[in-house]
């Protein structure tokens, strides 16, 4: 089955700077790659994602890159807010015609912003 | 207004005292899925279900059970807990048809077993 490797797992960058958050996944069926985003005591919410037929996507200050030859997928936040505080986690699945099945999570990346 | 809920939000209880987390959501969506969150370990999930009475183990099943009765309800049984099922666990439910699989997380249940 699927195997997803996030890193690093604790991330801490100046206010302003940018942070890159990490994943490979092990299952070359995988297409389907969304990034959530959950705060202290919240629920994960997506923030981005992303399709094997896609090698980048982005969303104002969000970026997503996939490089399906090293099976790697990264996250990319430029011009860090206090607000991006929060816990990432990267996920992969390989989704059929009837929709995603097993979404395997990363182990989460706490990133802190300071200012 | 589009949501999952679950409850118990919050809940303490006693090793092999049966318990029942429910989950609803009104999005009419086919898929839901059960995970559970622990330190360093991320989202893993426990059982997930493609339509009514289709459910289908995840990566971390032992000990709980499913049922799938209702479209918009997915219920997680722990029959007998144990205190390693002390976690956080969240439904989801995704929309399987669209080409969007955003997953919607309910808010979440702290379950503690002494």
């Known amino acids: 089955g699927e195997n997803v490797e996030q890193h690093p797992s604790t991330l801490s960058v100046q206010e302003g700077d940018s942070a890159v958050i990490k994943c490979t996944y092990s299952d070359s069926a995988s297409n389907y790659f969304p990034w959530y985003k959950q705060e202290l005591g919240k629920r994960p919410q997506l923030i981005i994602d992303?399709?094997?037929?896609?090698g980048e996507k982005k969303d104002q200050r969000i970026a997503v890159t996939l490089n399906k030859t090293a099976k790697h997928f990264s996250l990319h936040i430029t011009e860090t807010q206090p607000e991006d505080s929060a816990v990432y986690f990267c996920?992969?699945?390989?989704?059929?015609?009837?929709?995603?099945?097993?979404?395997?999570f990363g182990q989460g990346t706490r990133l802190t912003i300071n200012p | 207004e589009a949501q999952v809920t679950q409850n118990p939000r919050y809940l303490i209880t006693v090793t092999g005292k049966k318990l029942t987390v429910t989950c609803s959501q009104n999005?009419?969506?086919?898929?839901m899925s059960w995970y559970r969150q622990d330190p360093g370990l991320g989202l893993r999930q426990i059982y997930y279900s493609m339509n009514v009475e289709v459910t289908d183990k995840g990566d971390v099943p032992e000990g709980y059970k499913v049922s799938r009765k209702e479209k918009r309800n997915f219920p997680l049984i722990l029959e007998s807990p144990s205190p390693n099922q002390t976690s956080l666990y969240f439904c989801?439910?995704?929309?399987?048809?669209?080409?969007?699989?955003?997953?919607?997380f309910g808010p979440g249940t702290r379950l503690t077993v002494l």
């Open positions: 992303i399709r094997s037929n896609v």
């Open positions: 996920a992969a699945t390989h989704t059929p015609a009837q929709g995603a099945q097993k979404l395997v």
């Open positions: 989801a439910s995704i929309p399987s048809r669209g080409g969007r699989y955003t997953q919607y």
């Open positions: 999005m009419n969506h086919e898929y």
